[in-house]
């Protein structure tokens, strides 16, 4: 299984704080089977620094060679005008050098227009993929959809799985299919380390038709290290 969204590089944004905490994050990897982890550090109109991640990730993959984990980098992206200009000069990351982004949005409805943002990302030839959607209640039943149609992905967190305010929403999701990713979005080694026992436990009760497709081989980027 691939977890798609991760802030485990240590020491470059609001996730792991150090090698030693993204080690005791690992190991909870290797305790749930994880065999292949995205690091998605921040990235956004004020913050884009991919030569560093670069540089960062080169150096994290060597200390964590002896973990039977595939390693790639890639970036969370908070959408801002001008992010297309950005990813086409090279200025933002995709993940892993694929035509894949994923992309977080404000949590405030002025802010954002998720649709319109996917559709010109989509037009553009990138695969957007719609971090955490769950977060935005702004979104209108029919804007899941209409993400979709514009050409892009749903990913919901494995810890959404926990809180009853968010069931309502991944149920209707789930039971059309329309979620592609379930990822820990792992900060900490504390609270948000990765956990994915309710996201397991509750896909293996009401879907167990889908339990392969998040739980098993996902890994789309497999072919392409
Ligand atoms: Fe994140």
């Known amino acids: 299984m691939l977890d798609i969204h991760s802030h485990i590089l240590p020491g470059v944004d609001d996730g792991s704080k150090s090698m030693e905490m993204t080690k005791n994050i690992l190991s909870r990897y290797v305790e749930e089977g994880i065999s292949a982890v995205m690091c998605t550090p921040h990235q956004s109109a004020q913050l884009r620094r991919s030569a560093v991640l670069r540089e960062r990730f080169a150096l994290f993959k060597e200390e964590v060679s002896s973990y039977p984990v595939d390693f790639y980098l890639g970036s969370e992206i908070y959408y801002y005008d001008g992010m297309l200009a950005d990813l086409k000069s090279g200025e933002l990351l995709t993940l892993n050098d694929t035509s894949y982004v994923l992309v977080e949005f404000s949590t405030r409805a002025e802010l954002a227009n998720i649709p319109d943002a996917v559709y010109e990302l989509s037009l553009a030839g990138y695969k957007p993929i719609v971090a955490h959607v769950e977060r935005y209640d702004y979104l209108e039943k029919s804007s899941y959809e209409e993400i979709i149609s ?76």
């Open 150 to 225: 514009n050409g892009g992905m749903l990913q919901v967190n494995s810890s959404s799985f926990g809180k009853k305010e968010h069931l309502g929403l991944l149920k209707r999701l789930l039971k059309r299919d329309m979620i592609s990713f379930i990822a820990s979005d792992a900060h900490s080694d504390g609270r948000r380390n990765v956990d994915f026992s309710a996201a397991r436990k509750f896909i293996a009760k009401k879907f167990p038709a889908l339990v392969q497709k998040f739980f098993g081989d996902n890994n789309i980027f497999a072919s392409q290290t």
